[in-house]
């Protein structure tokens, strides 16, 4: 052992429940040294002074080994590198190989055009018209900043709608236009005109896995979920489909910081590196199925076994297909919480099909909400 003097302590205990712990236990400076979080969740932390800042060897060791977009989602506007870019919670498509030949689809989709038709072909339904399978499963449910983050990267991006947009240092709503329009009307066609997905169906991970959805949206953590729990299941995975005005996906930053409050920050860092050396990274990647940013890693090995993760690492690297992440204001996780609410009420109503009226109402309802937001906090763009 190089460390012998140090011990390591781990607790498990459900995401949500971390949150919690974190957002008494940072502020009153009794946090762990460590702290794993959603970059979006860890920024309010250190605008609040509670993270201690990537010292300049580390800060130097972070952009020798890590993709330039990824330093940049965590990078201050004062220049300081606030988490260790960890994961990339990079989105792609999953699909059931053995659906699309018994559908004759031959190929999976380039467009989100495309898609839909392919969902139409894929949807099955028993003589009651009950979906009995999902053609394409829109996250349609299930709270929080997750919600709207799958919209964001399943309709906005393709249809070149902007959660927000930024006018010099300040920001506003960037959907309430055209774009945010069709965005939204993609989603009723496909559930309530289409009826390519329903909102009592079984969805997610579960539902891909026990062959109940034809094409759903998620992480590469699904690869070892599979793995473990649908191991027959013929599957594949493919870039998110452009749009008319768009192509690209959300890759998010999940982080890994120090506090500021830390007795051991020196050994904290030098931890936090040594879980995301080339060994960690490839143990990280196959046992988890989560995606490290490391870049350099040589993962062909993993490949033999788990090929879908591929699609992940070449998504972070393709020509054209861009990586989004959040913007690093403080009220972020506010913003998308709140789209997400209004969004699933919005998911819910039949009445907005065909109804151009309705949905600019609902977009710009749900835009001046963002606006508040961001006024409250003294960010609204005038």
């Known amino acids: 052992e190089k460390n012998p003097n140090i011990k390591i302590k781990t607790t498990l205990f459900p995401q949500r429940a971390l949150e919690e712990k974190v957002a008494v236990a940072l502020p009153a400076g009794q946090a762990a040294d460590l702290i794993e979080l959603d970059k979006m969740a860890l920024y309010p932390y250190y605008a609040a002074g509670h993270l201690e800042p990537l010292p300049r060897n580390v800060v130097d060791w972070v952009k020798k080994n890590f993709p330039d977009y990824s330093v940049v989602s965590v990078s201050s506007e004062k220049g300081e590198i606030f988490t260790f870019p960890w994961l990339n919670s990079l ?57 709207s983050q799958k919209y964001w990267t399943q309709v906005m991006i393709p249809y070149g709608a902007k959660v927000l947009e930024k006018a010099a240092n300040k920001w506003k709503a960037g959907y309430d236009n055209e774009a945010g329009r069709k965005a939204l009307q993609y989603y009723l066609d496909g559930v309530h005109k289409f009826k390519v997905d329903s909102l009592d169906f079984k969805s997610d991970a579960e539902a891909f896995g026990l062959g109940m959805t034809a094409m759903f949206q998620r992480e590469s953590w699904v690869v070892g979920y599979m793995a473990k729990n649908a191991p027959k299941i013929n599957y594949g995975v493919f870039l998110m489909p452009k749009g008319p005005a768009g192509w690209g996906t959300v890759g998010n930053t999940m982080g890994l910081s120090i506090a500021k409050a830390s007795k051991h920050k020196k050994e904290a860092f030098d931890f936090a590196m040594f879980m995301m050396n080339d060994d960690m990274s490839r143990a990280t990647f196959g046992d988890s199925g989560w995606q490290p940013f490391r870049k350099g890693v040589d993962y062909s090995a993993l490949y033999k076994t788990r090929p879908q993760l591929k699609t992940f690492i070449d998504g972070a690297q393709t020509k054209g297909h861009t990586v989004y992440d959040y913007e690093n204001i403080a009220p972020i996780f506010e913003i998308h919480s709140r789209m997400a609410d209004r969004l699933m009420a919005a998911f819910k109503r039949a009445d907005l099909v065909d109804n151009p009226a309705g949905i600019a109402k609902v977009i710009k309802e749900t835009a001046d909400e963002t606006n508040r937001i961001l006024e409250d906090n003294g960010l609204l763009a005038k």
């Open 91 to 147: 989105k792609a498509m999953f699909y059931n190989r053995d659906h699309f030949k018994e559908a004759g689809i031959t190929k999976t989709p380039e467009t989100i055009s495309e898609m839909m038709e392919m969902a139409k072909k894929l949807t099955k339904r028993d003589e009651k018209g009950n979906i009995t399978r999902a053609g394409l499963d829109f996250r349609l449910s299930g709270g929080g900043f997750g919600t």
